[in-house]
């Protein structure tokens, strides 16, 4: 069985510019989270989506967004670049949301922003 | 405002000794506690968890003890063995909030042969 996936792998964008990252998460899980994980920091919550919902939003200003679609899997967006962007974004699914015991993480995305 | 701390960077340990990975918070707020572990190039992966009503949990090598009243909790990681090797992320959850968790800077335990 797949585990989570995250697209792409790696990326490189300068200031200012948009990004997307993406998320397919284990199969028969509805609930997705994002992470930002800074250089030499933990996980820091980014949002949280159920059943194509926002159930959570982490404090975080409004160049970030996210979207799920009918098939789970999810879609972070993140406008006007800045370099303190650059992080490994995390995205992690579970069976419904608070199943953290049950929770499973994507190797990441690792966003480069020069 | 950093309410879960991990103030090791990093430890060291020989193989089959024990690893204690220890982890401060300074919310009361928290009712559920969980460590993760990081292979590099993997997402983190649950390891073991703690609800505040207890302050014990152990699963085969691993022991979490949560001591409310100084507000710390420790892994125990007994025998240490080399894949063991890895960052170690303590983490814990607002109460009532199931989508609010807060994630320590994590613990580099390395297990020597």
């Known amino acids: 069985d797949a585990g989570v996936t995250q697209s792409p792998t790696h990326l490189i964008k300068t200031r200012g510019q948009h990004v997307t990252l993406r998320c397919s998460p284990i199969?028969?899980?509805?609930?997705v989270s994002w992470y930002q994980q800074v250089l030499g920091q933990g996980p820091q919550f980014i949002f949280q989506?159920?059943?194509?919902?926002?159930?959570g939003r982490g404090n975080f200003p409004d160049r970030f967004s996210a979207r799920q679609f009918p098939n789970y899997s999810s879609e972070l967006n993140v406008n006007a670049l800045l370099l303190g962007d650059s992080a490994l974004y995390l995205c992690?699914?579970?069976?419904?949301?608070?199943?953290?015991?049950?929770?499973?993480f994507g190797p990441g995305t690792r966003l480069t922003v020069l | 405002d950093q309410q879960v701390k991990q103030n090791s960077p990093s430890l060291s340990v020989q193989e089959g000794r024990i690893s204690i990975l220890n982890c401060d918070y300074t919310n009361s707020m928290f009712d559920y506690f969980l460590w993760y572990k990081k292979y590099p190039a993997e997402g983190p992966t649950f390891l073991i968890s703690?609800?505040?009503?207890?302050d014990k949990n152990e699963d085969g090598r691993f022991t979490v003890f949560l001591n409310k009243s100084a507000k710390h909790l420790s892994l125990h990681i007994v025998p240490s063995q080399p894949g063991d090797s890895a960052v170690y992320f303590c983490a814990a959850r607002v109460m009532y909030n199931n989508n609010d968790m807060r994630f320590g800077a994590g613990t580099r335990l390395t297990v020597k042969p």
């Open positions: 199969s028969g899980h509805k609930s």
């Open positions: 992690a699914s579970s069976l419904y949301p608070g199943s953290y015991n049950e929770q499973f």
């Open positions: 703690i609800s505040s009503i207890k």
């Open positions: 989506y159920y059943e194509k919902e926002e159930r």
